[in-house]
């Protein structure tokens, strides 16, 4: 399987999202900086790039939009709650009972249709479900 120039870009930025948080705890210094920068730019991708981004072959232009919204706002909800600000825990728990439908959904979707490339598209995604609902888990007691 090729990997697209976008996916590349999302998993560094991923990377460089995560490193920059533990390095952010461990206070060291700017790493505020790179956690925002890097959470930004990825909410970004998923907001408008999440047709490109999410896009598969049996799966309707419809949910692959939804699916980028609902990155892009458990992107920004991880950033309101890195920053301390009032309501963050809304956010967090609303992008994660979103994340859990979705989740639900593509569960479902799984069970039902037994196309492989379906479920190579299914196994991208829940790679991102599982990084974004472990991280927003971790955070929301924080």
């Known amino acids: 399987m090729k990997l697209k120039l ?10 460089v ?14 790493m505020s ?7 930004g730019i990825l909410a970004t991708l998923y907001f408008y790039g999440g047709f490109f981004l999410f896009k598969s072959p049996g799966i309707k232009p419809v949910y692959t939009v939804i699916y980028g919204l609902i990155f892009s706002l458990a992107m920004i909800a991880l950033i309101f ?5 009032p309501f963050s825990r809304m956010y967090l728990a609303i992008s994660i009972i979103c994340l859990l439908i979705l989740a639900f959904a593509r569960i479902i979707s799984v069970y039902l249709i ?3 490339e379906i479920l190579q598209y299914n196994k991208g995604i ?12 971790c955070l929301i007691f924080y």
């Open 114 to 116: 037994r196309n492989k």
């Open 126 to 137: 829940a790679i991102r479900y599982g990084v974004l609902l472990i991280s927003m888990l």
């Open 33 to 39: 900086l790179l956690f925002l920068l890097s959470a």
């Open 6 to 15: 976008s996916e590349i870009f999302e998993i560094i930025l991923a990377v």
């Open 17 to 30: 999202l995560i490193i920059a948080l533990i390095l952010k705890n461990a206070h060291i210094p700017y």
């Open 81 to 85: 709650k890195s920053q301390k600000w």
